[in-house]
């Protein structure tokens, strides 16, 4: 099954329309989301897809998040720090209590999950560290959005042997700038070169064609 921490976004639509029979679990805390997920996913005749109402961290309990209520995107457990929203748009937040849960004890309830895609508004790391049971036994492919300086967050995965991949770039060599980046357990590494590399031999290809004034 696939994980998608902090759902509202195109990236569960998207694997559910290229693998219809995909079980997806989408972990979202701001209620206007969740009415939107479900929304969605009745209109679209999705079936498999479970929502739970909950902030997902590195322990069970309870939070308060703060809220993004002009576009619902960035809401966050970091309560000290800026939403996307008052950083970019000076817009105002608010707060909503919620509950807590982690991937750990959602996955003891479930099959071994495949895909795990975190996106917490600078939450990475307790969430990373209630997924440590999960990762170690089922080995997911992960996708994670990080902005803080020196990816602090992806180091413990790397020392499991999981290979980071810098998504903004396509590269095995994150760049110091980039934000979102895949995460592959040892067993996917050569598949995972193999990958990179025949990108960039059509990125190459692309490039050449262009040089030489052929339109693609």
Known sequence: WSSDVCSSDLYTWLLKSAVPDLQAILFEPFLPNVDFIRATALHASLNGIEVIVAAVSDHIGH?????????????????????FEEMHWGS?????ETLLTSIDETRSHHQPVDFIKIDVEGHEAAVLRGAARTIATDQPVLFIECCHPGKQCLIPLQQQGYCLVDADRLTMNPHPDSTNFF????????SVELILSNAVSLRKTRDSGHGNGNSR
């Open 92 to 96: 105002g937040s608010g707060w909503q």
């Open 63 to 83: 939070g308060t998040l703060k809220t993004s209520p002009l576009a619902g995107a960035t809401s966050s457990l970091e309560v000290n720090e800026e939403t």
């Open 183 to 190: 995460a592959f357990p040892q067993r996917l590494s050569k």
